[in-house]
């Protein structure tokens, strides 16, 4: 296949993906409403105005918003044969059906990964792949070629599988805003707990990283402390994290089961604190 692709709109996630095809050796065009005539860092060559040969490439990736893609597949132009691809990992095939309808080889090029503002190509990653037999074969070569590990999903676990995305990497984000607040009402400026925290988040990222599951779980639930995490829960008493604490410490608790190495009594004592209900500890 000529390595050509075309992508439609330019977001973080389409820029990423632009510079690291171009990088691979395709020649790649991409547009977007907002655009005028913006390079990327690799050299890849923006549209202004849609030319009318748009979207002429083999592969046409549509790089937009999840609302924005079943109405852009409904009205850009493609022909038979190309294969179109959406970059969501929510959405499934059938915001494509229109692409299909008029003989398009459809599928999804979900890379799992934050992309943040400025991201000069996409970092080595899981992708999550999804199409027609064809689109499949064409989008899982393009990810290896980009140094991405394809992988497959049922089309019924779309929804489960970017809520776990999202935990992930939202989640995070979010999570550490929640204590970035508890510090905060100690007294430290914002700024100032965030860079307390972030050498802490770095160092239980990369247990989980040499670890894995159960075994980069530490504190006080891995140890069996019930009277530290009673501490916590009082502290938390009147603060808004302490829903967030519990669901989070339930997990925990199952972790540290599965980790073997405290007494069980212990953290049947945990259980208890936490209010797990029987028929889930």
């Known amino acids: 296949?000529?390595?050509h692709a075309d992508i439609v709109g330019f977001g973080r996630i389409g820029e990423a993906l632009a510079v690291s095809l171009t990088r691979a050796g395709w020649t790649t065009r991409a547009w977007s409403p907002s655009l005028r005539g913006r390079a990327t860092a690799a050299g890849a060559l923006v549209e202004g105005p849609r030319p009318e040969d748009f979207p002429s490439a083999p592969v046409v990736f549509l790089a937009v918003s999840d609302a924005a893609v079943a109405e852009v597949a409904a009205n850009l132009p493609v022909r038979p044969g190309q294969v179109v691809a959406h970059l969501s990992g929510a959405l499934g095939l059938d915001a494509l059906a229109?692409?299909?309808e008029r003989g398009a080889e459809v599928g999804s090029?979900?890379?799992?990964v934050a992309v943040p503002s400025g991201q000069d190509g996409l970092p080595p990653c899981f992708a999550a792949v999804e199409g027609s037999p064809r689109a499949r074969a064409v989008l899982e070569g393009i990810a290896r070629a980009l140094g991405l590990r394809p992988f497959s999903l049922p089309p019924e676990g779309r929804a489960a599988y970017h809520a776990a995305a999202s935990l992930a990497a939202n989640g995070l984000v979010a999570l550490e805003s929640l204590a970035v607040r508890i510090l905060a009402s100690l007294g430290l400026r914002r700024d100032e707990a965030l860079?307390?925290?972030?050498?802490?988040?770095?160092?239980?990222?990369?247990g989980l990283e040499r670890r894995g599951l159960p075994g980069a779980l530490t504190g006080p639930v891995a140890r069996g402390d019930a009277s530290t995490?009673?501490?916590h829960l009082d502290a938390l008493a009147e603060s808004d994290a302490l829903a967030t604490y519990?669901?989070?410490f339930v997990e925990?608790?199952?972790?540290?089961?599965?980790?073997?190495?405290?007494?069980?009594?212990r953290l049947d004592a945990i259980a208890e604190i936490l209010a797990v209900p029987d028929d889930q500890r």
């Open 1 to 3: 296949m000529e390595r």
């Open 98 to 100: 229109p692409a299909a």
């Open 109 to 112: 090029l979900h890379p799992l």
């Open 195 to 206: 860079a307390a925290l972030l050498p802490l988040v770095r160092s239980a990222v990369d």
């Open 229 to 231: 995490v009673r501490r």
């Open 246 to 248: 519990r669901a989070l």
């Open 252 to 265: 925990a608790l199952r972790l540290a089961r599965e980790l073997g190495e405290a007494d069980p009594a």
